[in-house]
């Protein structure tokens, strides 16, 4: 069963949330008079006991009957001494925030066009809004705001090299020996790639390299489901797991209805109860038919 949804209501909106491991998914239900011009503000909104979040809706004239929705957020007093990233997807939004500081932050995501109206005296207007929050650790993300970005971008002094298919990536020996528990025996024992100062990333592309490089010195992970896949099957073999563990709160925060039979598919396939769970949590209707086939 999903965990319990608090629910929230606000001047004409409910609020729904659920909160899985590192996600929050926020369901704001809306609706609004032909002639409302106010706005709706949602109450304070807990991510994980991290993050402190608000909404606002108010209507647009242009696009007519269109809701420009703002968010704000700010860390939770619990979390005032700590740094993590929060990343904030929604329909043709991905945000990604490195939180340090104890200020509010303030954006806007794509305006909602309803999604029905009713016809009474006048018209009323209905919106459904989903909005995911991953709370995902982001210490080593603060350093790499210093000395980390600049080894990301100097490629004179660096000393090991990740062989591609289609090409090859530069890193430092030192950064894949805090990030991956394979490379650490590897460069520790006495492996042909050691003094070789290479290794064959066979099955692998250029680009999930460069994917990985991102995460081991800039703490991103990618948003495309085409390169999420592939990164998670590659932090599975190198033993990274907090990498791994990222790219499936993505995959679970970003799935679409028209995707998730495939992503149901891969799951199965390569053996990730983590992601088949998450899938379950989230859609279970759509997954439950397909638990047979694995062992949970």
């Known amino acids: ?8 209501i606000t001047r004409r909106c409910i609020v729904e949330t659920q909160q899985r491991g590192a996600m929050m998914k926020t369901v704001l239900s809306v609706m609004r008079f032909e002639d409302d011009a106010g706005e709706i503000v949602t109450n304070n909104l807990d991510v994980n006991g991290m993050v402190v979040v608000v909404i606002t809706m108010k209507p647009l004239k242009i696009p007519e009957f269109h809701l420009l929705v703002n968010i704000k957020l700010k860390k939770n007093l619990n979390a005032k001494n700590k740094t993590f990233s ?11 925030i490195l939180l340090y500081q104890d200020e509010w932050l303030e954006f806007q995501i794509p305006t909602k066009r309803y999604d029905c109206f009713l016809l009474k005296h ?6 459904t809004i989903t909005i995911n929050f991953v709370v995902q650790d982001a210490t080593h993300v603060a350093v790499c705001n210093g000395h980390y970005k600049e080894l ?4 004179e002094f660096t000393d090991f090299k990740l062989q591609a298919e289609d090409g090859i990536v530069s890193v430092h020996k030192s950064v894949l020996f805090v990030h991956s528990e394979m490379f650490r025996a590897m460069l520790k024992g006495q492996w042909k790639e050691t003094g070789q100062g290479s290794i064959d990333m066979v099955g692998v592309t250029v680009q999930i390299l460069q994917c990985l490089k991102a995460y081991m010195y800039l703490g991103t992970i990618p948003c495309a489901e085409s390169e999420l896949k592939p ?6 073999r190198c033993l990274m797991d ?16 028209e995707t998730l039979d495939a992503l149901v598919d891969f799951a199965f396939q390569n053996n990730i109860p983590e992601l088949i769970k998450g899938l379950i ?9 397909k638990i047979s086939k694995v062992t949970l």
């Open 86 to 96: 929060l990343n904030i997807t929604t329909d043709g939004f991905n945000k990604q």
């Open 1 to 8: 069963m999903p965990p319990t949804a608090p629910t929230h």
């Open 242 to 257: 907090k990498l791994a563990a990222g790219c499936i709160e993505k995959l679970i925060a970003t799935v679409k209805p």
């Open 122 to 127: 006048n018209n009323i207007f209905l919106y």
């Open 231 to 236: 990164l998670l099957l590659l932090a599975q």
């Open 281 to 289: 949590l989230r859609t279970p209707d759509n997954v439950l038919s």
């Open 152 to 155: 990301y971008e100097e490629t």
